[in-house]
């Protein structure tokens, strides 16, 4: 069955209206465009995400339902407070975010390709050196073995992708993440869709129009910038 999708002109950053969103695929509702700053803040503004494989056309996206952390939920069990303590890790935030890109891009068991391709992460980079865009990073000793990176809209963080090089490490960058901005802020964070391994970790799938609400109650919400300057983090391991 073709798909017929409104394609986004170059010289105007505006989407069509969310309820025309398709439910097969779910959530797919424009294409074209490009990948500029502000057509990106126009996007995660509105509920919209770019998705799209090497050969596909620029994709955009507002899934039916979101997976959503809300605060409070990420907590340091005791798996994870082991993995902590044995491999002795350490936490920054905006210290490699390239690099953290580069990670999240690189190729994974069962997943011969990438979507995070060479102009969606110059592209965020751009977001990233504006300060809009930010990432968690894991670190054992001087080595990067796990981290994040995602999209900040006021107080509430949009999160992109995660990896690890050391087991638990993505797990412990979310722990991380939501610490650190519960320091400034409620702590939502957004993970897009949701999957079995954020369901496990304690996230809650939103529908779209709640999911509006919640983004843009906490759009207005800034959070400062000098919250979010390249820095070590020390992680609340919850210990008495």
Not at 90 to 117: E, Y
Not at 222 to 228: A, D, E, N, V
Request: proline share 8%; hydrophobic share 45%.
């Amino acid at each position: 069955m073709a798909i017929y999708l409104p394609e986004l002109s170059a010289h105007d950053v505006s989407f069509p209206p969310l309820h025309r969103a398709l439910s097969n695929p779910d959530g797919l509702l424009a294409m074209g465009g490009d990948l500029s700053p502000a057509r990106l803040l126009s996007a995660y503004s509105q509920a919209i995400f770019p998705w799209f494989s090497e050969g596909d056309p620029l994709l955009w996206w507002s899934p039916s339902q979101r997976a959503i952390f809300a605060p409070d939920t990420l907590k340091l069990n005791r798996t994870l407070r082991k993995q902590l303590k044995r491999y002795r890790l350490d936490f920054s935030v905006n210290k490699a975010f390239a690099q953290v890109m580069a990670h999240c891009a690189a190729p994974r068991a069962k997943q011969p390709g990438t979507w995070i391709l060479p102009e969606m992460q110059q592209a965020y980079l751009q977001l990233h050196l504006q300060g809009y865009a930010h990432s968690i990073e894991v670190w054992q000793q001087d080595k990067l073995v796990g981290g994040l990176y995602g999209v900040l809209v006021g107080s509430l963080f949009c999160g992109e992708s995660m990896f690890n090089l050391l087991p638990d490490t993505a797990k412990l960058a979310l722990v991380a993440l939501q610490q650190h901005l519960q320091q400034v802020a409620p702590g939502w964070i957004d993970c897009q869709l949701p999957n079995p391994f954020l369901l496990q970790l304690g996230a809650t799938p939103l529908p779209r129009e709640e999911y509006i609400m919640l983004l843009q109650h906490y759009a207005a919400k800034l959070t400062p910038t000098s919250h979010w300057q390249a820095n070590t983090l020390l992680l609340d391991s919850g210990d008495a």
